[in-house]
C-alpha cells in the first residue's frame, strides 16, 4: 500500500537554527496538508495545499513557518529561526481530494534546544 | 482552534471488554472521520461518517452520529492488546472547509 514519506525521521536543534522538513505525498494526492502536533493534544492544520496552491495558511506563523510545493508533488516545511515552543511532531498528510479521509505519514519529532 | 471534544481523555480496560468514545462539536459538519495513532507514528484514518447518516461499522468498530445533540461515538467491540493508541475525532465542518482533529482520547487495552 502507498505511503506517505517524511525526512527526517527525528530532528535535534538549537534554538535560532534554520530546520527543513519534507513530505512526498502518495502519487495522485492533489490535496496535501502540514500538521503540528504537541505532544498530548490533538493535530493542528498548518497549511493546507490544492495541487500547488496554499488553500489555507491560516494557522502557520508566516514570520518564521514557510510552506511550499512546487510542481504540486512533494513539499516542504521550513521554520528560521526555531523557537523552544516549536518542538513539536510535525505531520503529513495527503488526500485524493479536499473531503476525502487523510492518509498521514509518520512524522518528524523536533526538538528544539 | 478545536472543533471536537473527546471524552474520556484517557480509557483504560481488560482485554475482551468493549471501549466506548465520545465526541462532541460545535458547527454543522459535512462529516466526521475517526482516526487511530499508535505511539510515535502518523494516524491512521478508520471510519468516515457523513452528516445525513446515523450509524456505521466496519469489523468490530461502530460509530454513531446524533447531528441533533452534536456527538459521535466510537464503539470498539472485543478490544485486544493492539487496539492500544489514542484516538481522534476530526470533523469536516461546513463553513472551514478544512479537517479539525479533537484532542483525544488514549486507550491503553490491558491483557
Known amino acids: 500500500e502507498a505511503e506517505v514519506a517524511q525526512s527526517p525521521r527525528y530532528k535535534i536543534t538549537e534554538k535560532s537554527q534554520a530546520v527543513a522538513f519534507w513530505c512526498d505525498p502518495i502519487s495522485g494526492h492533489a490535496t496535501l496538508y502540514w500538521y503540528r502536533q504537541i505532544l498530548g493534544q490533538g493535530p493542528e492544520l498548518l497549511v493546507q495545499?490544492?495541487?500547488?496552491?496554499?488553500?489555507?495558511d491560516s494557522q502557520l506563523p508566516k514570520d518564521r513557518f514557510s510552506a511550499e510545493r512546487l510542481k504540486g508533488v512533494d513539499s516542504t516545511l521550513k521554520i528560521q529561526p526555531a523557537e523552544l515552543g516549536d518542538s513539536a511532531m510535525y505531520l503529513c498528510?495527503?488526500?485524493?481530494?479536499?473531503?476525502?479521509?487523510?492518509?498521514f505519514g509518520n512524522g518528524t519529532r523536533l526538538t528544539v534546544t | 482552534s478545536q472543533q471536537g471534544e473527546e471524552d474520556p481523555q484517557a480509557l483504560s480496560i481488560q482485554e475482551g471488554e468493549n471501549a466506548t468514545m465520545n465526541c462532541s462539536y460545535k458547527?454543522?459538519?459535512?462529516?466526521l472521520q475517526w482516526y487511530r495513532q499508535n505511539s510515535g507514528r502518523g494516524l491512521v484514518h478508520l471510519i468516515l461518517i457523513r452528516s445525513n447518516e446515523r450509524e456505521k461499522h466496519s469489523g468490530r468498530l461502530r460509530v454513531t452520529l446524533d447531528t441533533s445533540k452534536k456527538s459521535s461515538s466510537l464503539l470498539i467491540t472485543a478490544s485486544r492488546a493492539a487496539d492500544t493508541a489514542s484516538y481522534f475525532c476530526?470533523?469536516?465542518?461546513?463553513?472551514?472547509?478544512?479537517?479539525?482533529f479533537g484532542q483525544g482520547t488514549r486507550l491503553t487495552i490491558n491483557p
Open positions: 495545499f490544492q495541487d500547488e496552491s496554499v488553500v489555507d
Open positions: 458547527t454543522s459538519i459535512n462529516n
Open positions: 476530526a470533523t469536516d465542518a461546513v463553513r472551514a472547509q478544512k479537517l479539525v
Open positions: 498528510a495527503s488526500s485524493p481530494t479536499g473531503d476525502s479521509p487523510l492518509h
